[in-house]
């Protein structure tokens, strides 16, 4: 499994990891698997260890490896991932996010989402704030996945490249993966027993707050995204929006992205007969609840 840090304390590593440790122990025990590996990327400025077993809790750990890289560079959490990918030897990689906590089942069951070879890609149930994408009842497809913890053929990565770093350093990274992924051939699926923490920040009235950084992103990607999967219409309009925004990073973003339209720079348009990319709303999937709901 492979985790990308940025401006992480090395106790919450630890937290982190001593949650995977129990997760892979159980997986192994069961069969789910027969070997793990754990490597740690770093975007930070500067490295939080030379040694990689610093970021393991006390005792005896089940990985056949340890590896912790640090990238002596923000590569993001897409440029990250696809840093590790290249140095990982697994024929399935799980993705995490380092303010996730596994719960004891997690990799077992994500390992059994596998269990039909046309699944390339299967996503953990996010707790205590779950995400409300929606998914079939019976086979778990989905639009796409979230990367805060997702398990991956390494053959899925192989045909997809991986993460788009050109595009997305963060937000949109996983959509479009996803997207790529199920052009591909591949199935998406959510698998709601594979339960995972994911430590969210929320505001006084209990919604979620995202950064400033998170915000950019996102709104970058509410354009790219549909411009990419054939849905130029839409991509003008949300830039349109972008421009008469109240707020100024929103017309800084809406700039730059009109500058790379100018100077024909965009992705060139996939998926021309909308076959995987779902536009609903202001999310890139139907949603089975809002937690604006009254």
């Keep these: 499994m492979q985790t990308v840090l940025f401006h992480n304390a090395r106790d919450d590593v630890v937290r982190f990891t001593s949650s995977v440790v129990a997760a892979c122990e159980h997986a192994l025990d069961g069969g789910a698997v027969c070997a793990t590996e754990l490597a740690i990327g770093d975007s930070s400025e500067h490295p939080l260890s030379d040694r990689a077993e610093d970021f393991l809790p006390d005792g005896p750990h089940p990985f056949s490896s340890v590896d912790y890289l640090h990238f002596g560079e923000n590569l993001g959490s897409a440029g990250g991932h696809n840093r590790l990918f290249q140095e990982s030897r697994a024929d399935i990689v799980l ?27 299967v996503e953990a149930r996010q707790l205590p704030l779950e995400h409300p994408k ?15 913890c997702v398990l991956v053929r390494a053959e899925v990565v192989a045909a997809t490249n991986g993460f788009d770093t050109e595009l997305f350093f963060l937000h949109g990274d996983d959509v479009d993966f996803s997207w790529r992924a199920r052009l591909a051939g591949w199935r998406v699926v959510h698998r709601p027993s594979a339960r995972v923490f994911h430590d969210k920040r929320l505001d006084d009235n209990g919604g979620l707050r995202p950064s400033e950084r998170e915000l950019e992103f996102s709104a970058r990607a509410h354009v790219l995204l549909p411009w990419r999967y054939s849905r130029r219409d839409l991509a003008l ?12 990073y929103q017309r800084r973003i809406a700039a730059e992205l009109r500058a790379k339209i100018d100077a024909g720079d965009m992705p060139e348009p996939i998926d021309p007969d909308h076959r995987v990319a ?17």
Excluded at 104 to 115: C, D, I
Excluded at 278 to 294: C, I, L, M
């Design 134 to 148: 929606a998914h079939d009842p019976v086979t778990g497809d989905t639009s796409w996945a979230s990367g805060s």
């Design 278 to 294: 779902q536009f609903v709303g202001n999310e890139y999937a139907a949603h089975r609840f809002s937690y604006s709901d009254p």
């Design 95 to 121: 993705v995490m996010n380092p303010d996730t906590y596994a719960s004891p089942r997690l990799v077992t069951e994500l390992v059994r989402g596998l269990a039909d070879s046309s699944v390339g890609v």
């Design 237 to 248: 309009a949300r830039l349109a929006a972008l421009e008469s925004s109240p707020e100024r």
